[in-house]
């Protein structure tokens, strides 16, 4: 946008910025008249968030975003609630005990009578004491509290009205916060500072101290939890291996496994004693019946029968006992008697012989072999025995085995936690006995001897200056985003199409505008646009054209008032002119001149029309039509009127003709072909859009029937550009 385009705009509106910036500057002076003089007092407050300047028992490495988190904390501890009321009621206190001068007296007695309701000041500030001993906030469901806020407002002391005056902040790049009072005295100032630095420690100092005692009795708690659970583990272990009379599980694990070892060789040695004694009695009883059957021929048949009875019956015994598994004693017994017999009864059969003397020796080392044999036998199922038990006790040492390792890994997770639980319980400690605040205050306020310095020329300066440059801003805003076409030159520059002329923006009704163009001299609001007007005029009658066609891209543009405005400027000039309402969209021609709706019904070419004519004043007639969402073609016929329209110009000097917007209807396209030229219409607070320029593309390919453009609606202050 051209600079001079906007300086242009400012000076046009010079007087809206001078206005607005002298009001604002008013305004800021008017509001600054009752303030008031205030003093000033800070003091500061060193944190050690920053810089160690204590001995500490926990290792705490610095950051820098700890740190700054640190000091937001302190800060808004500073400014809570609680901190706050503890002040305000130090304040009260202050001004209600008399015992010092108070720093406000209230002047509104029916206020304070109000606010008080027959309570005594005594009784006032005793209940602030036991708020203040309590560390308690005001609560809206206490009528007592509700008064006592009520009275702290009355003096300015609650908490919306202190934070008013107090700013906490923390000196950039330090190590310090800074608390500062603004008020009307400067001992109040002071005395505010001070009084919400000690509120703060103690409350601070409260808080820690709690926070660091809870912390030690959890974790202490947590340490008996453990113990306990560490003794419930052992004692748990202990009963295991005492019910089942383990000491040591791995010795005696051992020492099962040795003596299984050595009783597998043993069974093993006793087997083949076993084996080989059986042998061996087989061998001394085939030889004794060998023998036995030798001697048993020389028998007496009564004897030797007997002799084999008693046979049968020991191989019979012997086979019973042999079936039991060679453990039945019953049958070892009756086995021995008969044998004892038998060898009587061979005796008897035979003393004194050679057989008789083998047979002896055979038996009796018979004898001593099966006793070995079931000496062997029984130490071999007592090795059997002892291995039994001993697998068995194996196997239940497995399971013991792993009972005891999840009792013992149980144990000792215990153990680690009751470890853990002493060294966070031990750390604990150390932080409440390090608990003392590192916050303490480096620089007391004191009294101010002189007033902050006043600002309100600053205020009353910077309101001005500030509202100048808004209203600048916001105009150049305003002429940036405005994209109408204002100027002839920029038209030109947007369409490139012919102009005839512009007409300006009148300050005029539109049904008041003829009347006022025809008046000799015009209003003063009129005289340049008629001057303007008779410009256009010239271009009329300098234009061999005499039927023209005012239409335009855009409804809304000004058709109906440069038609209005040609026929006032002609007829001044004893022109004659028909005026034709085509615009069946919008019939305003008809409306402004009153004329009769008779277009629609006037008969083909060649007929009488006068009778359809208005007379719209001196020297103007007009065919008015009724309107409708009709076109030309579709309610005209083909051989209406307008055909023969150069055969009015017999009784007129000029015809115009409106048609209805070429963006929107075909109706002007249709009426082309009725007249000599076509006018374009165009309104310098248009913008001109896509749609618009194929509505000029048709304009311009119309050639020299196109006769050129009215820029309409142009400001004063936009022809020179």
Not at 265 to 286: M, P, T, W
Not at 650 to 669: P, Q, W
Not at 675 to 704: E, M, P
Request: glycine share 4%.
């Amino acid at each position: 946008m051209d600079i001079l385009v906007l300086l242009r705009a400012l000076l046009r509106k010079k007087w809206i910025i001078m206005g607005v910036s002298i009001f604002a500057t008013g305004l800021a002076f008017f509001l600054t008249l009752n303030y008031k003089e205030t003093y000033k007092s800070s003091a500061q407050l060193a944190t050690g968030f920053t810089i160690a300047e204590q001995v500490s028992v926990v290792n705490e490495k610095f950051n820098l975003f700890e740190a700054d988190v640190k000091f937001n904390n302190l800060i808004e501890t500073i400014n809570s609630p609680k901190v706050f009321s503890m002040l305000s009621y130090r304040l009260l206190l202050h001004d209600l005990d008399g015992i010092e001068v108070p720093f406000r007296m209230i002047q509104n007695k029916e206020k304070y009578d109000e606010v008080m309701l027959g309570t005594s000041v005594e009784e006032v500030v005793v209940y602030v004491r036991q708020k203040l001993d309590s560390v308690e906030i005001l609560s809206l469901y206490d009528e007592r509290d509700v008064q006592l806020k009520n009275l702290l407002k009355l003096y300015k002391y609650n908490n919306s009205a202190l934070k008013d005056v107090i700013n906490v902040s923390r000196v950039r790049g330090t190590d310090y916060l800074t608390i500062e009072a603004y008020t009307e005295v400067s001992e109040l100032s002071a005395f505010m500072v001070n009084t919400l630095i000690n509120v703060f420690l103690d409350y601070n100092r409260s808080l820690r101290s709690q926070r660091s005692t809870e912390s030690a009795e959890t974790f202490a708690n947590l340490v008996e939890q453990k113990r306990r659970e560490m003794e419930q583990k052992s004692e748990e272990l202990k009963s295991f291996k005492s019910s089942n009379r383990v000491l040591n599980f791995e010795m005696e694990s051992s020492s099962i496994i040795q003596q299984i070892s050595e009783l597998e060789n043993k069974r093993n040695e006793e087997r083949r004693k076993v084996q080989g004694l059986q042998y061996e009695i087989a061998d001394l009883s085939d030889r004794i019946k060998n023998v036995s059957e030798v001697s048993t021929t020389n028998l007496n048949p009564a004897l030797n029968s007997e002799i084999l009875t008693l046979r049968e019956q020991i191989s019979s015994v012997n086979g019973r006992f042999i079936a039991t598994g060679s453990s039945n004693m019953v049958l070892l017994d009756s086995l021995k008697d008969l044998r004892t017999l038998l060898q009587q009864k061979l005796i008897q059969a035979g003393s004194g012989s050679t057989s008789n003397t083998e047979m002896d020796d055979l038996v009796k080392k018979r004898q001593e072999k099966e006793v070995e044999h079931e000496i062997a036998r029984q130490n071999l199922i007592s090795i059997e025995s002892n291995l039994r038990l001993l697998r068995g006790s194996a196997g239940g040492y497995a399971s013991k085995e792993a009972t005891i390792a999840a009792l013992e890994r149980e144990l000792r997770m215990a153990t680690d936690e009751y470890q853990s639980a002493q060294e966070k319980y031990s750390k604990a400690l150390d932080v409440a006995l390090a608990s003392g605040s590192n916050v303490r205050p480096v620089l007391e306020a004191q009294p101010a001897d002189q007033p902050q310095p006043s600002k309100r020329l600053i205020i009353t300066a910077l309101s001005g200056i500030s509202s100048f440059v808004l209203c600048v801003v916001v105009i150049v805003f305003l002429e940036y985003i405005d994209l109408s076409v204002k100027s002839p030159a920029n038209f030109k520059r947007l369409t490139g199409i012919k102009q005839m002329g512009i007409l300006l923006s009148a300050n005029v009704r539109q049904k008041d505008l003829m009347k006022f163009l025809k008046t000799n001299p015009p209003p003063k609001k009129l005289v340049q646009y008629n001057e303007i007007l008779r410009k256009l005029r010239y271009e009329i009658e300098a234009n061999e054209k005499k039927i023209f066609l005012v239409t335009s891209t855009q409804p809304q543009q000004g058709k109906t008032t440069l038609v209005l405005s040609l026929a006032a400027a002609l007829s001044n000039i004893k022109r004659r002119v028909l005026v034709i309402d085509t615009n069946f969209a919008h019939n305003d021609l008809s409306h402004r001149f009153q004329a009769k709706p008779t277009l629609e019904s006037i008969p083909d070419a060649g007929a009488d029309i006068s009778k359809y004519i208005t007379k719209g004043g001196e020297g103007v007639h007009v065919i008015g039509c009724k309107g409708g969402t009709y076109s030309p073609s579709e309610i005209l016929s083909p051989g209406n009127f307008l055909n023969c329209l150069s055969t009015l110009l017999n009784n007129y000097d000029y015809i115009f003709l409106e048609g209805a917007a070429l963006n929107n209807y075909s109706d002007s396209k249709e009426l082309e072909k009725y007249v000599q030229g076509v006018i374009g219409v165009f309104s310098a607070k248009s913008v001109i859009r896509q749609i618009d320029r194929d509505s000029i593309t048709y304009l311009t390919n119309l050639g020299d029937k196109f006769v050129g453009a009215v820029l309409n609606n142009v400001e004063i202050h936009n022809l020179d550009q």
